[in-house]
């Protein structure tokens, strides 16, 4: 592994559904993300974890939910999907500092029917 | 509210320079970062402004005034792989990365 990566790339889901989207990091970064991107939108950020064992809300947290139980893995989970989480979704990680630059995972393209 | 603006779409011709500008109102600054996003894939890191003025790295420059709340993103001798969305986002107070709708860049021949 190099960086950041994500599983799956694609998925089609029935509404109703709980669906997982994994993310890895083997930077060793401390803080980690999860953004939503829309048409015409600028990504937003869904929840971040400063640190493992913690974890915060975002600008669109509802409906999803996260955990940071070891410092590589962030996944997000959608409970009951609806079709308003179509989206294409990034996970990122940056080192410590707030000011530190922020890379991405090559994403996840979420369709909700 | 807090607010970025961008140009949602540029067009320019390979070989030339174009600006593209970004203005923001955010509650406080801790700095503004460039990123480039072509399409179907991941945004990857351009450049970090935390101070007044303009940062060169090779065909790309970034400008920016805290005083106007200002940044702007230089790109010079286009290239059509310089086709792409490019992505204005600031750090507020809190240390929240705030993003623009990014803007499109379309190179023609």
């Known amino acids: 592994i190099a960086g950041i990566t994500q599983a799956p790339t694609s998925q089609i889901l029935a509404a109703g559904r709980r669906m997982t989207l994994r993310c890895t990091q083997d930077m060793r970064h401390n803080a980690m993300y999860w953004y939503r991107q829309d048409l015409g939108l600028g990504l937003r950020l869904i929840h971040y974890?400063?640190?493992?064992?913690?974890?915060g809300k975002g600008e669109v947290p509802d409906g999803y939910s996260v955990s940071r139980a070891n410092t590589d893995d962030f996944p997000l989970t959608l409970a009951s999907a609806v079709p308003s989480q179509t989206s294409v979704y990034f996970c990122?990680?940056?080192?410590?500092?707030?000011?530190?630059?922020?890379?991405f995972g090559p994403g996840t393209r979420l369709t909700v029917l | 509210g807090q607010n970025i603006d961008q140009p949602t779409e540029m067009t320019a011709t390979e070989g030339a320079i174009v600006q593209i500008n970004c203005t923001y109102q955010t509650s406080g600054f801790n700095g503004l970062f460039w990123y480039q996003q072509h399409a179907g894939e991941a945004p990857t890191f351009l450049s970090y402004n935390v101070l007044d003025g303009l940062e060169e790295k090779g065909r790309f420059s970034s400008f920016l005034s805290r005083s106007k709340g200002y940044s702007y993103l230089l790109l010079k001798e286009l290239q059509m792989k310089d086709s792409a969305s490019y992505l204005c986002a600031v750090i507020d107070s809190n240390y929240q990365l705030i993003w623009g709708a990014g803007t499109k860049l379309i190179i023609k021949p």
């Open positions: 974890s400063n640190t493992a064992g913690t974890t």
């Open positions: 990122a990680s940056s080192g410590t500092g707030h000011t530190d630059t922020q890379y």
